[in-house]
T-cell receptor, first 108, second 114 residues
Framework: KNEVEQSPQNLTAQEGEFITINCSYS?????LHWLQQHPGGGIVSLFM???GKKKHGRLIATINIQEKHSSLHITASHPRDSAVYIC??????????FGQGTRLTINP | KAGVTQTPRYLIKTRGQQVTLSCSPI?????VSWYQQTPGQGLQFLFE???????NKGNFPGRFSGRQFSNSRSEMNVSTLELGDSALYLC?????????????FGQGTRLTVV
């Protein structure tokens, strides 16, 4: 069993829909990242969380430390949100352990 | 402020050769981490350098090595390349080496071994 599990692995939705991607982890962490990867490979850090909730534009990330669970929400989804979203946890220092990613496709 | 720069972006090598990849972190960042991404294994941690010292190492064979220079630029080297080393290699820089500091990723180097 992976230390970081994401669901779903693939998600297709229509433009405007509310999107939720879930991440569960089984290890102690100091922080959790949500990352976005577009075709071409580059990774952008969307959020770093150690507690509570963060919001940036149409993106919202929450974390429940007791339940070892985090969610990434996208409101009013748009085709440009199509990407792979990756949950990663900090296991001490700068070692990141990654989920397998969620491939999101938003159709116009 | 310039982002994390990885060179080269693309590389094709033959089995048995060795390769060196470079990562220039954001100015002022002293921690550089390296990751390998393959379709089968996803993203995996290779190693982390902070102030020219390797602080943490992932579960990779000794053919994978790295170093960091006094200006925080880092290189990773893979010797005796195997077909399975074909991957996207990403580096990330952070201001410190603690576990709650944001990491900034480069665009990656796509290595193909033939």
């Amino acid at each position: 069993k992976n230390e970081v599990e994401q669901s779903p692995q693939n998600l297709t939705a229509q433009e405007g829909e509310f999107i939720t991607i879930n991440c569960s982890y089984s290890v102690g962490i100091s922080a959790l990242h949500w990352l976005q990867q577009h075709p071409g490979g580059g990774i952008v850090s969307l959020f770093m969380l150690s507690s509570g909730k963060k919001k940036h534009g149409r993106l919202i990330a929450t974390i429940n430390i007791q339940e070892k669970h985090s969610s990434l929400h996208i409101t009013a989804s748009h085709p440009r949100d199509s990407a792979v979203y990756i949950c990663a946890v900090h296991q001490g220092a700068q070692k990141l352990v990654f989920g397998q990613g969620t491939r999101l496709t938003i159709n116009p | 402020k310039a982002g994390v720069t990885q060179t080269p972006r693309y590389l094709i090598k033959t089995r048995g050769q060795q390769v060196t990849l470079s990562c220039s972190p954001i100015s002022g960042h002293r921690s550089v981490s390296w990751y390998q991404q393959t379709p089968g294994q996803g993203l995996q941690f290779l190693f982390e350098y902070f102030s020219e010292t390797q602080r943490n190492k992932g579960n990779f064979p000794g053919r994978f090595s790295g170093r960091q220079f006094s200006n925080s630029r880092s290189e990773m080297n893979v010797s005796t390349l195997e077909l399975g080393d074909s991957a996207l290699y990403l580096c990330a820089s952070s201001f410190t080496s603690t576990g709650n500091t944001e990491a900034f990723f480069g665009q990656g180097t796509r290595l193909t071994v033939v």
